[in-house]
Structures are given as C-alpha cells and as structure tokens.
C-alpha cells in the first residue's frame, strides 16, 4: 500500500528505522493517554452525562441541558468552577479574545511574563494596532521576555509588576515562537511567583495543544483560567467549531458577558446539533491527542536523521502535540506542506502554497485536508514563511494516517532534490 501511494522504498526503509527507535516514547504515551481517559470517563459519571445532554436546543438555548452539563464536565476535567464550553466562539482566538476583554477594565495592564502571546492576540491586545482592540480601551500592555537560557526572568517580572498589573497571560505551548513549549510544572512556578508578589492578579493560561498531553492540566497548577479551541485536542477531532474557557466562577461569568451581553451570559447561546459532538469528541480526545503526539516524535526522529533541526528533539518529553522542524529554506517548507497534503483524505489532490492571512504578520503556508476547515487536530502543517523557516506540524487523528503523512513529506523532499536519503 505504501508503494501504490507513491512511497518509495529508500523513504519507507529511513521511517521504518526511524520508529525502531520509538517504543518506549509510545509506551509512555499511552500510559498518559489512558490516565487521562480514565479521568474523561470519571468526569462524565460524576455530572451524571445521560442521552437526553446528547440532544440540543435552537432559538436562544434557554434551559440547554446539554449544554450546561457538558460544561460541568469541562469544569470536572480540569478540575475548575465553572467552564464556558460554546459553539459560538468561533476559535481559539475568540475564546482568549473574550478571556481578556472580559477580565480587564480601563486602566488596568495585561503582563505577558514569559515572552509574546501568539500573533493573533497582537491585535486583540493592540501590540499590533486595530480596530476595537483593548488599547482603545485604555487597556495596557507589558511583557517580559524569556532570558536566553529560556528560563523565566523573575527579577524582570517583579519589576513589571505594578498597581495596574491585573491580569497575567501565558502561552503553554510555543506556538510559532523557536522556544521550548512549557510544562504544567512551570507554567505553575510561574504563577505562584506572579501571585507571590500580587495575590489578586488574574492567571490566565492560553492552552491551545497542550490538552492531555500531561496528566495534569495548568489549572491544577494555580491558573485562574486555561483557554483553548474545540478543533484541536479537546474537540477529539469531531467538534466542529468551538472554544471553551475553564476557571473560576468569575473569570467564566465575565468572559460570558462578552460573548454574549451583560445580563444574558451563559444563560443563552444554543447549542443546535454540537453536544453530541463535543461530548463524544471530548470522550475521543485523549487517545487522538496521543496519536497526534507518537506522529510528532515519529516526524522529530526521521527529520533528525536526515540532519534538520527538530523541536521540541525526539528524545525529550513533551507538553504539546506541535513539532517544530527548521528546514531553513521556502522550498522545504513548501514540499513538506505538499507532502502532508499529498497524505490527507480529502483534498490529497490540491497543492498549498504560502499567501496572506488575517492576524499574521508574514506570508503563511498551511497544508491540511481535514473534515473540518483548518483543524489542526487533524494531520495539518504550516509556517509563517520566514526565517528560520520553521514549518510546525500537528495532528493526526490515527497515528497510522500521521506516519503516511509524514512518510509523504519526506517522498516530496526527496522528489524535490531537498535530501538525500
Ligand atoms: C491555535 C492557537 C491559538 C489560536 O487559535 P485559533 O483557533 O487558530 O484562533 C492561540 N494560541 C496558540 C498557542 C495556538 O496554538
């Protein structure tokens, strides 16, 4: 079958040996995953989930059972209050946009303490200029970045901090930054300093593709709200659309009256036909969290053998399903892209090239043929084409379809004269 979709027998034999190498990463995990599916099972029986939260509501969703236990299993899951868990955000993005602008107020300061946040909260927060963005609301904006070590700098974040300091924003995973994506661990030492100097600054955790990669998520850890997408881990890939914030009562009521409006909050938005979806999509999300996860180190273990520069490296553990691989040119970017194309279900017969995108800065090549539109729980990768031509690869909702697609990438930079095998 490898043959008849077009891999050759040079690539088939480096991958082969590559996974050789791989068994105890896998064994671990599946360790986590079934921890972590236990958890989801008992998060379930404990808001006593039954058929009748499987069905869903139209119009205003008043009264949408479905809805609201689904959200006490969030809540049970990462072990916080409350959880705002919506078709109507519409990504992971909107959900931090609501986080922020419901958490702030004129005159306070967002501190990011450990380097950017992502790009596309540059303009929610107004580092990057635009329209209704916090800075036009008076609302500031401070960061610290990581020393160069990668360790966090503590006598900088102590100094950042000052009596306008309210709320705290930290990226779980790098993102499109080349640093190290952090662990629950730290990301808890982090907090417990900030909250050391400022007990009442709100904590929040932008934990997009960090979910069930541990065991423990960043809200054990201290963090007032973590914050994420359904169209990448927690959605199980089934989800359609969808974001969910998880935290205290007050940080889930306030950013519902953003969402929504003042005195409405979580008590409309209907779900339609989503709650099976995100119920069983959640259920699904720890076993396809691990297949996306042995698909990243698999691809970390075959491009450190053909010499690229893999992060986080195939040996070290992870806390995130995203695998930076430096190719150090457009043209590798582009063939591996095509290669990851070239493996998808559907779309296997369309060629990504980079172009614009709204909330990025530079040129972007996404590569995915996904059944739901830019998923990237589902085998996807993409970059923003500059140096150091990083491309981040994710997903992969079997481990066996992650090894083709990876396989893939590496026929198409050999067919482009990219490596030699
Ligand atoms: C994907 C991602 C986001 C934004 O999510 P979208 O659903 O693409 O808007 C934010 N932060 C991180 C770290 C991400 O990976």
Redesign the pocket.
């Known amino acids: 079958m490898f043959r008849a979709l077009g891999i050759k027998e040079e690539v088939y034999t480096l991958c082969e040996e590559a996974l050789a190498d791989l068994r105890d990463r896998f064994a671990e995990i599946d360790r986590i995953a079934e921890y972590n599916q236990l958890k989801v099972v008992k998060a379930f029986q404990d808001a006593h989930v039954s058929e009748a939260h499987l069905y869903g509501t139209t119009g205003y969703g008043y009264d949408d059972i479905g809805r609201d236990t689904l959200e006490q299993v969030y809540a049970n899951v990462f072990g916080t209050e409350d959880a705002l868990v919506r078709s109507q955000i519409?990504?992971?993005?909107?959900?931090?946009g609501i986080a922020l602008a419901g958490n702030t107020r004129p005159g306070d300061e967002i501190l990011c303490p450990a380097g950017g946040?992502?790009?596309?909260?540059e303009e929610i927060i107004g580092i990057r200029p635009s329209t209704g963005s916090l800075a036009e609301y008076g609302i500031t904006y401070r960061q610290v970045d990581l020393l160069p070590d990668g360790g966090f700098d503590y006598d900088g974040i102590r100094a950042a901090i000052n009596e306008r300091t309210h709320l705290v924003e930290i990226?779980?995973?790098?993102?499109y930054a080349s640093r190290d994506t952090f662990s629950p661990e730290q990301i808890g030492e982090l907090i417990a300093f900030v909250k050391s100097i400022k007990p009442d600054v709100i904590c929040m955790v932008?934990n997009?593709?960090g979910e069930f990669t541990r065991r423990d998520e960043p809200s054990l850890y201290g963090a007032d709200m973590v914050v994420?997408?359904l169209?990448?881990n927690p959605g199980g890939g089934l989800a359609p659309l969808g974001?969910y914030i998880a935290g205290t009562k007050d940080c889930v009521e306030r950013a519902a009256v953003r969402l929504t409006t003042p005195g409405l909050g979580k008590e409309v938005g209907a779900s339609l036909d989503n709650n099976k979806l995100f119920y069983q999509g959640l259920f699904m999300s720890p076993v396809i969290t691990a297949n996306a996860e042995k698909t990243a180190i698999f691809a970390a273990k075959v491009y450190e053998r053909l010499g690229f520069q893999c992060h986080p490296s195939a040996d070290t553990t992870r806390y995130?399903i995203?695998q930076a691989i430096t190719l150090g040119s457009e043209e590798a970017m582009v063939a591996f892209c095509q290669g990851i194309q070239a493996a998808a279900p559907i779309d296997s017969f369309v060629t990504p090239y980079p172009d614009d995108m709204p909330?990025y800065d530079s040129k972007v090549i996404m590569a995915a043929g996904a059944f739901v539109q830019?998923s990237?729980i589902e085998l996807s990768a993409d970059g923003p084409i500059r140096a150091p031509y990083n491309v981040y690869f994710q997903g992969g909702l079997t481990w066996y379809h992650g090894k083709l697609g990876i396989m893939m990438s590496v026929q198409k930079m050999l067919e482009k004269g990219l490596i030699k095998i």
């Open positions: 519409t990504s992971g993005t909107h959900a931090l946040p992502y790009d596309t909260l990226q779980r995973s790098k993102g932008d997009c593709y994420g997408s169209i990448k974001g995130d995203i909330g830019g990237s």
